[in-house]
Protein backbone atom coordinates (compact mmCIF):
# COMPACT_ATOMS: atom_id res chain seq x y z
CA UNK A 1 0.00 0.00 0.00
CA UNK A 2 1.41 3.17 -0.93
CA UNK A 3 0.83 6.87 0.58
CA UNK A 4 -1.52 9.51 -0.15
CA UNK A 5 1.22 11.92 -1.65
CA UNK A 6 2.94 9.21 -3.95
CA UNK A 7 -1.31 8.12 -5.30
CA UNK A 8 -1.46 11.79 -6.38
CA UNK A 9 1.58 11.43 -8.40
CA UNK A 10 0.37 8.52 -10.02
CA UNK A 11 -3.10 10.29 -10.67
CA UNK A 12 -1.18 13.24 -12.52
CA UNK A 13 1.28 11.43 -14.47
CA UNK A 14 -1.66 9.41 -15.62
CA UNK A 15 -3.94 12.70 -16.75
CA UNK A 16 -1.05 13.71 -18.43
CA UNK A 17 -1.06 10.51 -20.75
CA UNK A 18 -4.95 10.23 -21.27
CA UNK A 19 -4.90 14.67 -22.35
CA UNK A 20 -2.46 13.65 -24.80
CA UNK A 21 -4.52 10.30 -26.69
CA UNK A 22 -6.07 11.38 -29.86
CA UNK A 23 -9.94 12.02 -29.84
CA UNK A 24 -10.51 8.63 -31.87
CA UNK A 25 -8.64 6.87 -29.01
CA UNK A 26 -10.50 8.73 -26.15
CA UNK A 27 -13.47 7.36 -28.26
CA UNK A 28 -12.76 4.01 -28.46
CA UNK A 29 -11.32 3.24 -25.09
CA UNK A 30 -14.59 5.14 -23.85
CA UNK A 31 -16.66 2.73 -25.88
CA UNK A 32 -15.11 -0.16 -24.18
CA UNK A 33 -15.67 0.93 -20.45
CA UNK A 34 -19.08 1.96 -21.50
CA UNK A 35 -19.94 -1.96 -22.81
CA UNK A 36 -17.97 -2.75 -19.73
CA UNK A 37 -20.50 -0.52 -16.80
CA UNK A 38 -23.11 -2.29 -18.81
CA UNK A 39 -21.89 -5.91 -18.83
CA UNK A 40 -21.84 -4.82 -14.90
CA UNK A 41 -25.39 -3.82 -15.53
CA UNK A 42 -26.57 -6.59 -17.52
CA UNK A 43 -25.14 -8.63 -14.75
CA UNK A 44 -26.87 -6.94 -12.07
CA UNK A 45 -30.34 -7.15 -13.51
CA UNK A 46 -30.18 -10.60 -14.03
CA UNK A 47 -28.69 -12.00 -11.03
CA UNK A 48 -31.35 -10.04 -8.80
CA UNK A 49 -34.29 -10.42 -10.83
CA UNK A 50 -37.20 -12.16 -8.71
CA UNK A 51 -35.66 -11.39 -5.49
CA UNK A 52 -37.59 -8.68 -4.07
CA UNK A 53 -40.04 -10.53 -4.39
CA UNK A 54 -38.49 -13.62 -2.36
CA UNK A 55 -36.27 -12.35 0.09
CA UNK A 56 -36.98 -9.18 0.18
CA UNK A 57 -36.21 -5.67 -1.52
CA UNK A 58 -32.88 -5.29 0.64
CA UNK A 59 -31.70 -8.34 -0.56
CA UNK A 60 -32.49 -7.58 -4.29
CA UNK A 61 -30.31 -3.85 -3.55
CA UNK A 62 -27.32 -6.18 -2.06
CA UNK A 63 -27.07 -8.16 -4.93
CA UNK A 64 -27.42 -5.69 -7.78
CA UNK A 65 -24.34 -3.92 -5.70
CA UNK A 66 -22.54 -7.18 -5.12
CA UNK A 67 -22.26 -7.79 -8.39
CA UNK A 68 -22.21 -4.02 -10.39
CA UNK A 69 -18.37 -3.53 -9.80
CA UNK A 70 -17.06 -6.57 -12.74
CA UNK A 71 -17.38 -3.26 -14.61
CA UNK A 72 -15.15 -1.10 -13.12
CA UNK A 73 -12.75 -3.58 -12.28
CA UNK A 74 -12.53 -4.25 -16.29
CA UNK A 75 -11.90 -0.68 -16.73
CA UNK A 76 -9.19 -0.08 -14.84
CA UNK A 77 -7.36 -2.93 -14.97
CA UNK A 78 -7.14 -2.99 -19.20
CA UNK A 79 -6.86 0.96 -19.02
CA UNK A 80 -10.21 2.44 -20.68
CA UNK A 81 -11.80 5.47 -20.06
CA UNK A 82 -14.44 6.47 -17.89
CA UNK A 83 -16.06 9.85 -17.92
CA UNK A 84 -16.92 9.55 -14.29
CA UNK A 85 -13.53 8.63 -13.33
CA UNK A 86 -11.67 11.10 -15.67
CA UNK A 87 -14.35 13.88 -14.51
CA UNK A 88 -12.80 12.64 -9.93
CA UNK A 89 -9.34 12.35 -9.93
CA UNK A 90 -8.08 13.30 -13.18
CA UNK A 91 -8.68 16.85 -12.42
CA UNK A 92 -6.28 16.29 -10.11
CA UNK A 93 -3.33 16.98 -12.49
CA UNK A 94 -5.36 20.48 -13.68
CA UNK A 95 -5.43 21.75 -10.07
CA UNK A 96 -1.33 20.98 -10.00
CA UNK A 97 -1.61 22.77 -13.29
CA UNK A 98 0.54 19.74 -15.04
CA UNK A 99 -3.19 19.93 -17.73
CA UNK A 100 -4.98 22.22 -19.33
CA UNK A 101 -8.59 22.86 -18.84
CA UNK A 102 -9.30 22.90 -22.22
CA UNK A 103 -7.75 19.41 -22.47
CA UNK A 104 -9.74 17.94 -19.84
CA UNK A 105 -12.75 19.47 -21.36
CA UNK A 106 -11.89 17.51 -24.28
CA UNK A 107 -11.00 14.36 -22.84
CA UNK A 108 -14.52 14.67 -21.06
CA UNK A 109 -16.21 15.13 -24.65
CA UNK A 110 -14.57 12.69 -26.53
CA UNK A 111 -15.19 9.94 -23.66
CA UNK A 112 -18.45 10.62 -22.87
CA UNK A 113 -19.22 10.16 -26.19
CA UNK A 114 -17.56 7.16 -26.35
CA UNK A 115 -18.92 5.65 -22.86
CA UNK A 116 -22.89 6.49 -24.79
CA UNK A 117 -21.88 4.22 -27.70
CA UNK A 118 -20.31 1.30 -25.85
CA UNK A 119 -23.33 1.37 -23.49
CA UNK A 120 -26.28 1.53 -26.34
CA UNK A 121 -24.69 -1.57 -27.76
CA UNK A 122 -24.70 -3.69 -25.16
CA UNK A 123 -28.22 -2.14 -24.34
CA UNK A 124 -29.03 -3.37 -27.91
CA UNK A 125 -27.08 -6.74 -27.52
CA UNK A 126 -29.40 -7.37 -24.44
CA UNK A 127 -32.55 -5.79 -25.50
CA UNK A 128 -32.41 -8.00 -28.28
CA UNK A 129 -30.94 -11.16 -27.03
CA UNK A 130 -30.65 -12.35 -23.14
CA UNK A 131 -33.94 -10.15 -22.41
CA UNK A 132 -36.06 -12.00 -24.90
CA UNK A 133 -37.23 -15.13 -25.60
CA UNK A 134 -39.90 -16.63 -28.70
CA UNK A 135 -39.90 -13.08 -29.67
CA UNK A 136 -41.56 -11.37 -26.31
CA UNK A 137 -40.18 -9.83 -23.47
CA UNK A 138 -38.82 -12.35 -20.32
CA UNK A 139 -39.19 -12.12 -16.93
CA UNK A 140 -35.61 -10.41 -17.43
CA UNK A 141 -36.24 -8.13 -19.44
CA UNK A 142 -39.15 -7.08 -17.43
CA UNK A 143 -37.11 -6.16 -14.47
CA UNK A 144 -35.03 -4.31 -16.66
CA UNK A 145 -37.94 -2.23 -18.23
CA UNK A 146 -38.71 -1.54 -14.16
CA UNK A 147 -35.11 -0.26 -13.81
CA UNK A 148 -35.70 1.56 -16.36
CA UNK A 149 -38.62 3.50 -15.18
CA UNK A 150 -37.84 3.67 -11.88
CA UNK A 151 -34.46 5.42 -13.23
CA UNK A 152 -36.77 8.54 -15.10
CA UNK A 153 -41.06 8.28 -14.02
CA UNK A 154 -40.51 9.59 -10.40
CA UNK A 155 -38.16 12.53 -11.27
CA UNK A 156 -40.33 13.46 -14.00
CA UNK A 157 -43.47 13.38 -11.63
CA UNK A 158 -41.59 15.43 -9.32
CA UNK A 159 -40.80 18.06 -11.78
CA UNK A 160 -37.96 20.53 -10.54
CA UNK A 161 -37.63 18.68 -7.37
CA UNK A 162 -36.94 15.39 -9.31
CA UNK A 163 -33.86 16.89 -10.85
CA UNK A 164 -32.84 18.21 -7.92
CA UNK A 165 -33.01 14.38 -6.25
CA UNK A 166 -31.53 12.88 -9.16
CA UNK A 167 -28.43 15.85 -9.12
CA UNK A 168 -27.87 14.77 -5.58
CA UNK A 169 -27.68 11.09 -5.91
CA UNK A 170 -25.55 11.46 -8.62
CA UNK A 171 -22.97 13.14 -6.02
CA UNK A 172 -23.04 10.46 -3.60
CA UNK A 173 -22.66 8.33 -6.64
CA UNK A 174 -19.34 9.86 -7.88
CA UNK A 175 -17.77 10.13 -4.31
CA UNK A 176 -17.41 6.61 -4.36
CA UNK A 177 -16.91 5.78 -7.59
CA UNK A 178 -14.02 7.98 -7.38
CA UNK A 179 -12.73 6.51 -3.73
CA UNK A 180 -12.78 3.18 -5.62
CA UNK A 181 -10.33 4.52 -8.20
CA UNK A 182 -8.31 6.05 -5.63
CA UNK A 183 -8.26 2.23 -3.66
CA UNK A 184 -7.33 1.36 -7.01
CA UNK A 185 -3.82 3.42 -6.72
CA UNK A 186 -3.66 2.84 -3.33
CA UNK A 187 -2.97 -0.54 -3.70
CA UNK A 188 -0.15 -2.60 -5.14
CA UNK A 189 -2.02 -6.06 -5.53
CA UNK A 190 -4.27 -6.97 -8.21
CA UNK A 191 -6.25 -8.73 -5.07
CA UNK A 192 -6.03 -5.35 -2.92
CA UNK A 193 -7.18 -3.39 -6.39
CA UNK A 194 -10.40 -5.46 -6.82
CA UNK A 195 -11.50 -5.62 -3.06
CA UNK A 196 -10.90 -1.72 -3.23
CA UNK A 197 -12.90 -1.07 -5.94
CA UNK A 198 -15.45 -3.68 -4.72
CA UNK A 199 -16.65 -2.13 -1.91
CA UNK A 200 -17.19 1.35 -2.98
CA UNK A 201 -18.83 0.70 -6.03
CA UNK A 202 -21.57 -1.82 -4.29
CA UNK A 203 -22.15 0.61 -1.91
CA UNK A 204 -23.62 3.20 -4.51
CA UNK A 205 -25.54 0.76 -6.51
CA UNK A 206 -26.61 -0.87 -3.19
CA UNK A 207 -27.93 2.48 -2.08
CA UNK A 208 -29.40 3.58 -5.02
CA UNK A 209 -27.52 6.50 -6.45
CA UNK A 210 -26.77 7.35 -10.08
CA UNK A 211 -24.12 6.85 -12.32
CA UNK A 212 -24.50 8.70 -15.85
CA UNK A 213 -22.44 5.84 -17.71
CA UNK A 214 -24.52 3.08 -15.74
CA UNK A 215 -27.67 4.76 -16.92
CA UNK A 216 -26.62 4.77 -20.17
CA UNK A 217 -27.31 1.57 -20.20
CA UNK A 218 -29.78 0.53 -17.48
CA UNK A 219 -32.51 2.93 -19.40
CA UNK A 220 -31.82 2.40 -23.31
CA UNK A 221 -31.96 -1.07 -22.75
CA UNK A 222 -35.94 -0.09 -20.94
CA UNK A 223 -36.48 1.85 -23.81
CA UNK A 224 -35.37 -1.00 -26.60
CA UNK A 225 -37.96 -3.67 -24.36
CA UNK A 226 -40.57 -1.02 -24.95
CA UNK A 227 -40.49 0.69 -21.24
CA UNK A 228 -43.17 3.99 -20.99
CA UNK A 229 -40.05 6.52 -21.13
CA UNK A 230 -39.07 8.38 -24.44
CA UNK A 231 -35.58 9.39 -25.17
CA UNK A 232 -36.41 12.85 -24.26
CA UNK A 233 -37.64 11.68 -20.51
CA UNK A 234 -34.09 10.06 -20.09
CA UNK A 235 -31.81 13.41 -21.42
CA UNK A 236 -34.10 15.53 -19.32
CA UNK A 237 -35.14 13.81 -16.62
CA UNK A 238 -32.01 11.71 -16.12
CA UNK A 239 -28.87 12.21 -18.37
CA UNK A 240 -28.60 15.75 -17.42
CA UNK A 241 -28.82 16.09 -13.90
CA UNK A 242 -26.87 12.89 -13.69
CA UNK A 243 -23.93 13.99 -15.34
CA UNK A 244 -23.50 17.19 -13.74
CA UNK A 245 -24.31 15.92 -10.59
CA UNK A 246 -21.63 13.24 -11.15
CA UNK A 247 -19.17 16.09 -11.85
CA UNK A 248 -19.89 18.02 -8.80
CA UNK A 249 -19.26 14.60 -6.44
CA UNK A 250 -16.20 13.27 -8.31
CA UNK A 251 -14.39 16.60 -9.57
CA UNK A 252 -14.89 18.89 -6.25
CA UNK A 253 -15.44 16.56 -3.24
CA UNK A 254 -12.95 13.66 -4.31
CA UNK A 255 -10.35 15.15 -6.97
CA UNK A 256 -10.35 18.90 -5.25
CA UNK A 257 -10.44 17.99 -1.73
CA UNK A 258 -8.03 15.24 -2.18
CA UNK A 259 -5.71 17.68 -4.07
CA UNK A 260 -6.08 19.93 -0.98
CA UNK A 261 -5.34 17.47 1.51
CA UNK A 262 -2.41 16.18 -0.20
CA UNK A 263 -0.86 19.58 -0.91
CA UNK A 264 2.82 20.41 0.32
CA UNK A 265 1.67 23.62 1.77
CA UNK A 266 -2.17 24.93 2.84
CA UNK A 267 -1.69 28.15 1.61
CA UNK A 268 -4.22 30.95 1.99
CA UNK A 269 -7.31 28.96 2.03
CA UNK A 270 -9.57 30.75 4.75
CA UNK A 271 -8.97 29.15 8.42
CA UNK A 272 -7.33 26.04 6.56
CA UNK A 273 -4.33 28.10 7.09
CA UNK A 274 -4.15 28.15 10.99
CA UNK A 275 -5.30 24.57 11.26
CA UNK A 276 -2.46 23.38 9.24
Known amino acids: ?80 ELFTGDAGVIPI ?19 YIGNFIGSIFYAYIMA ?6 GGEVNIYGQHAIAIAEAKVLPYKSMGISGLWQAFIKAIGCNILVNL ?18 WFPIAAFVSSGFEHSVAN ?15 WTDFIIWNLIPVTLGNIVGGMFFVGFLYHLMTKNSCGRIGSLKNVC
Open 216 to 230: MYFIPVGIFLGANIT
Open 180 to 197: AVLMFFVSDSDIGKMVGI
Open 93 to 111: SAFRKKISYKKLLTLWLFV
Open 1 to 80: MIGAEEVVKKIVSAGEKKVTQCPGKMILKGAFAGASIATGGAFATMASTGVSDTLGSGISKLILGAVFPVGLIMILFLGF
Open 128 to 133: TGPFVS
